[in-house]
Nanobody
């Protein structure tokens, strides 16, 4: 009974930055691990970054050093700060919520996604 709502996507020039937001909406929600995925046309969905309820983060190798996942527990918000964007980052980005405090069980809930387009 939760809803994930992403925002912050859009168009940006190569080298630019965007910050995506994910709001977790629901009654009686518990703090769980969260993650961002992305999917580009013709490619599989890939995990971008995850964060546990305690704030421990993990990143895909291609994003490490450029992307940062964070959360505001009090506001039930999760962010993905994306820097040094390149055209290969163009994809739909999806917020997800796990089954527990760690990410070992994968995603339980999904947002509708927000489009990120990186081009000149």
């Amino acid at each position: 009974q939760v809803q994930l709502v992403e925002s912050g996507g859009g168009w940006v020039q190569p080298g630019g930055s965007l910050r995506l937001s994910c709001a977790v909406v629901g009654s009686g929600i518990s703090i769980r691990a969260m993650a961002w995925y992305r999917q580009a046309p013709g490619m599989q969905r890939e995990l971008v970054a995850s964060i546990t309820s305690g704030g421990h983060t993990n990143y895909a190798d291609s994003m490490k050093g450029r992307f940062t996942i964070s959360r505001d527990r009090g506001k039930n918000l999760v962010y993905l700060q994306m820097n040094s964007l390149n055209p290969d980052d163009t994809a739909g980005y999806y917020c997800s919520r796990g089954y527990g405090q760690s990410w070992h069980m994968g995603a339980k809930d999904w947002g509708q996604g927000t489009q990120v387009t990186v081009s000149s």
